[in-house]
């Protein structure tokens, strides 16, 4: 379900508390010779459109930003490694600077918690005198900590502690720990120490084992959590992203880790594009999405001068031009948007205007677009260059955020105009065909309708659960979500929408269908051509139509190998279906013993219709 929210009024931390925290742990740091490895986990059975390519050219944001805390906190024998380029990467096997590491994190999203407990798994196995305190965070922590955590005796492998918030969560336990850290004591020893006395139970955003032989590294007998985490509102408090790109472990092979971090002359070459926190929220409160439980329905900002210091900083360190906003809708307040790009337009560095040295995307909505109409000048002037829009149905029976067929090809045409590539990200789902006659709520109508109006490319993505949205525990009580097909297990990584995993068809093997004859028609050699000849007139988006022909050619042709047959097994195959979320390996209380925050197995609102229970998550966020 989703997430609850914090009281009135206490949503946010108070202002300069971050700051305060960041200063209090530079205090500490030197007393501490800490050495950190933080692991983004990734499952590369997920490498097909629409994240393809970009999604081993982008460096994690949320790694990055925790990384860029422990340098700044004066933690600076850091290292981030990344699954995408160390898929051989063995905690049991990592050294730095020629020691075991005090901490070990590791950050991952639903789709890679397969990838993040083999990694847990394979750090437990560590002798216990040299074990690092190992700390689980990142997308899924925030929603089901306990899938972190296990309850098998067999396979006891699990997380000491799981942040299910942001840096400032995670700086607080750190503080906590090191306060009661004796000379010579393991961080994980002096963890125990803290969770024993009580003092983590302050810290809202924490889940941790307690009871039974968590301690020797076995199953605990019940899970702590601590709440709901307070926000930090004012992101310019925020430590600089600069930090984490210095500590990037560089591409290999190996199990192990090198002696020195990826080269600044390196990172441009491997991450070119940047993801960059910009804005949070939304103001939209879609059954299907968990962003606006999780912001607690507040929007949060950086200002303009922060943002463009960032990106000159990225640019003149490590050549970086391009720039993803990490924004949910970057639209969503007129005034606060308009702050950040007529910052953006006058910004110069060292007589340099920042627009003639950046490019930079993020995401918005149709109905915000509209809004902007007038302003969409202004903001190409900036280097803005393609802004992705959540169309998800343009007839709007799937979810209605003010979208309609006339807006979305007013938004697309009005975006194309002002030279800013509009790039869609569409839904599919269960009552939706194909193509319909003398209708546009086919998906291949719409998708036409999208080509014509200047989309120059495509995203997507069959309706599937998602944890923290409202709908996530009707859809499986509806009996919509498969358990197994074929005797094959659903696993995490096939949560993507990519791969039909929730219908309540008879034959949902044409909706698996659908999807690659979606992308066929979208991406060909026909469209490519014809993307070369409208360049060569001199259309104002100029040569990125054709070349995102080129990466959605060659994505394609991954997401017919990867998916293809789970086509054949959901038309072949006997397929068992869950009536209920997957049940919490260990029982969750909050401090005071009452319900917990992140229980799953309490209900937090009433029963919804079967009607009501349709839709679910459409991508995977960055």
């Known amino acids: 379900m989703e997430l609850p929210r914090r009281e009135r009024g206490d949503e946010l931390l108070r202002v300069g508390e971050m700051a305060r925290l960041r200063l209090r742990l530079r205090k500490l740091a030197p007393q501490h010779d800490l050495v950190t490895v933080i692991a983004c986990a990734f499952d590369h059975r997920t490498r097909m459109l629409p994240f393809i390519y970009s999604d081993t050219r982008m460096a994690p944001a949320g790694v990055r930003a925790i990384g860029s805390a422990m340098v700044d906190a004066g933690f600076e024998k850091t290292r981030i490694v990344l699954q995408q380029w160390n898929r051989n990467f063995r905690p049991s096997a990592m050294q730095l600077d020629g020691r075991m590491p005090d901490l070990f994190m590791v950050s991952t999203m639903g789709l890679h918690l397969g990838q993040a407990m083999a990694m847990i798994r394979d750090a437990q196995g560590i002798a216990a005198p040299q074990r690092p305190l190992i700390i689980a965070g990142g997308p899924q922590a925030r929603y089901q900590p306990d899938d972190l955590f296990s309850g098998n005796p067999a396979n006891p492998a699990s997380a000491d502690v ?49 009871g039974g032989r968590g301690q020797e590294g076995g199953m605990s007998e019940e899970m702590v959590d601590t709440g709901i985490q307070r926000l930090l509102g004012n992101l310019d408090e925020l430590p600089d992203s600069a930090l984490g790109y210095a500590l990037l472990e560089a591409p290999s092979r190996h199990a192990t880790l ?104 993020t995401e918005v909505t149709v109905h915000d677009t509209i809004k902007m109409k007038p302003h969409l000048p202004a903001i190409r002037a900036t280097g803005c260059r393609a802004l992705w829009l959540g169309v998800e149905d343009m007839t709007a029976a799937l979810v209605k955020k003010g979208q309609s067929v006339n807006t979305t090809i007013e938004a697309f045409t009005a975006l194309r105009t002002a030279g800013i590539c509009p790039m869609p990200m569409m ?37 599937t659960p ?79 139509p054709a070349l995102l022909q080129v990466f959605g050619m060659l994505g394609l042709m991954h997401t017919i190998q990867r998916t293809f047959g789970w086509g054949l097994r959901l038309g072949f195959c006997k397929i068992e279906r869950l009536t209920a979320p ?41």
């Open 162 to 210: 799981v942040v299910t918030g942001e840096e400032y969560v995670l700086l607080s336990l750190l503080e906590i720990i090191l306060a009661l850290r004796a000379t010579g004591e393991s961080m994980r020893s002096a963890f125990f120490r803290a969770r024993d006395a009580g003092a983590l139970d302050d810290i809202p955003g924490l889940v941790f084992g307690r």
């Open 258 to 361: 090198a002696v020195r971090a990826l080269p600044a002359s390196r990172v441009a070459w491997l991450t070119p594009i940047s993801s960059i926190v910009m804005t949070y929220g939304c103001k939209f409160s879609c059954p299907y999405c968990p962003i606006p439980g999780y912001n607690q329905r507040q929007y949060r900002t950086k200002s303009g001068e922060r943002i463009a210091e960032e990106m000159w900083r990225l640019s003149r360190r490590f050549g970086l031009r391009h720039f993803f906003g990490c924004d949910d809708n970057f639209f969503n307040d007129e005034k606060h948007t308009m702050d950040i790009v007529e910052t953006l337009a006058k910004s110069v560095f060292k007589g340099t205007p920042l627009s003639k040295k950046i490019r930079w995307y």
């Open 427 to 463: 839904m599919h789902h269960d009552s939706q065909p194909l193509y319909s006659r003398g209708s546009n709520y086919g998906l291949l109508n719409q998708v036409r309708l999208l080509r014509q109006a200047g989309a120059p490319t495509l995203q997507v993505l069959m309706i």
């Open 466 to 544: 998602s944890a923290g949205s409202k709908l996530y525990e009707s859809t499986f009580a509806s009996g919509q979500v498969f358990g197994t097909v074929g005797g094959r297990p659903v696993e995490a990584y096939m949560y993507d929408g990519n791969h039909v995993i929730a219908s309540q068809l008879r034959h949902p093997w044409k909706k698996q269908l659908n999807l690659l004859l979606t992308y066929l028609y979208f991406y060909n050699p026909l469209w490519f051509v014809l993307a070369i000849l409208r360049f060569r007139r001199g259309n104002k988006l100029g040569h990125r």
């Open 582 to 622: 997957p049940r919490m390996p260990l029982p969750m209380r909050s401090v005071n013993g009452g319900p917990a925050a992140h229980d799953n197995t309490v209900s937090k609102a009433p029963p919804l219709e079967f009607h009501q229970v349709r839709i679910a998550e459409s991508a995977v966020r960055c």
